[in-house]
Structure formats: C-alpha cells, structure tokens
C-alpha cells in the first residue's frame, strides 16, 4: 500500500517571503500522480498543483512550484512571496495512474502560517 | 457548473441513530468518493465507485454502506452511529479513462457529530 508522510505538523514564515512544506512517499509503482490541497477554514479542497511522476520537469503554477526528486520519492512544495490568503493547511497526496479508481492517498497535512 | 454538492453541512446526531449523506455531481464523472477526516489528520478513504451499479470498500468502510444508482448520485449511509464517526465527511468525483490525471474535485464536507 502506498504510504504519504507530512514531517512538519506546523510552518510558520513571514508574509512576502519564501517557504517550502516537505512530503515523502512510499510506493512500488513507477507511473503516478502526486498533488498538492490546500484546505483553508472554510474546509474547501482546493488543488494546488500537481505532478505527473513520467515527467522530469517540476509543476509550476504561479507562486507554487514543486521539487520533484522521483528516485528519493521526494515531493516538496515551495511557496514564493508568502500572502495572508496562503494561510492554510496543506495536504500532500498520492494517486495511481490510470484513472485512479482506488482513491488518493493523504498525507497529516502541514499548518501554515504567514506572520504579518 | 454546480461542480459536487453535499448536503447537509452540519448534523449532530445521537448514538445509536441512523442517517444519509448526500452527495451530487454535474459533471458527468463516473468516479466517486466518500473520504472522511478526523481532526489533525488527512484524508481517509470509504467507499468509492467507478459507476452508477459498482462500488467498492476503501481504506475504512465499517459502519457505513453506498449505493449508485445513477451517474450523479453517490448518498453514504450511516447505521447505527457512534461517537468514533464523528468527523468531516468529503465527497469527490474524477473523470475517468485515458486522459484522467486523478484530479479530484471535492464537495464543501459535511461535519458530523455523535454524541
């Protein structure tokens, strides 16, 4: 079974600065997806970014990008120009190519919080 | 697009009680999932289905059944509640076939309480 491990419960950085939530994970497949929810207080799942694992480049979506280390199954999330909005939990999780008809795989989540 | 709508948003009920979750999808997606959350973890996977008539367990189905009648639709069905499902409970739909890429689009949740 696949496993996704989230090593920091809290992250704490200033607002317009730069921080970067790290995520393993553990799995015997060679073609997968890996993503990135942030889910604010409201509860709302909201889609980050996201990662095909056959492709070498990292995702970039504006002020979110990834580094995608693929033999360390490594998946970390770097957040640039920090804003009061990105204040969040955020939830690493795994997904089996294929149509992923099994589910997605979550990691505890990471707390983030942007200090004025 | 509605996108994936669940109802109610709050219930408290009382042990022993039964109720359904509902859950709704516009966009003819033909995976769904109920997921539920405890506090201070992830995600965790109930029931799912890959179309109207097929269901399957996922990582913690006890105490909870599923049906598909049709596309749309994909109710959770709590019987007997206790106080360890209290929780929030996510569903979410996927396209399916050769261009999926496992994006799941989740409804708002549905916070439940047993006491």
């Known amino acids: 079974a696949q496993t996704v491990t989230q090593s920091q419960p809290e992250m704490s950085v200033q607002e317009a600065e730069t921080v970067t939530l790290s995520c393993t994970y553990d799995t015997s497949e060679s073609d997968y997806y890996l993503f990135w929810y942030k889910q604010p207080p409201s509860r709302q799942m909201i889609l980050v970014i996201r990662?095909?694992?056959?492709?070498?480049q990292n995702a970039t979506e504006n002020r979110f990008s990834v580094n995608f280390q693929k033999a360390a199954k490594s998946f970390s999330l770097k957040i640039s120009d920090s804003q009061l909005g990105d204040a969040a939990m955020y939830f690493c999780?795994?997904?089996?190519?294929?149509?992923?008809?099994?589910?997605?795989?979550f990691g505890k989540g990471t707390h983030l919080i942007i200090q004025p | 697009n509605a996108g994936v709508t669940q109802t109610p948003k709050f219930r408290i009920l009382k042990i022993g009680q039964s109720m359904t979750l509902q859950c709704a999808q516009d966009m003819n997606h033909n995976y769904m999932y109920w997921y539920r959350q405890d506090p201070g973890m992830g995600l965790k996977l109930i029931y799912y289905?890959?179309?109207?008539?097929?269901?399957d367990k996922g990582e913690v189905p006890n105490g909870y059944n599923v049906s598909r009648s049709t596309t749309e639709d994909f109710p959770l069905r709590l019987e007997l509640a206790a106080p360890s499902q209290t929780s929030v409970y996510f569903c979410?739909?996927?396209?399916?076939?050769?261009?999926?890429?496992?994006?799941?689009?989740f409804g708002p949740g549905t916070r439940l309480t047993v006491l």
């Open positions: 990662q095909e694992a056959y492709k070498q």
């Open positions: 289905s890959v179309g109207a008539g097929i269901t």
């Open positions: 999780a795994y997904g089996r190519t294929g149509g992923g008809a099994d589910g997605l795989t």
């Open positions: 979410a739909s996927e396209t399916s076939g050769g261009f999926s890429s496992n994006e799941q689009f």
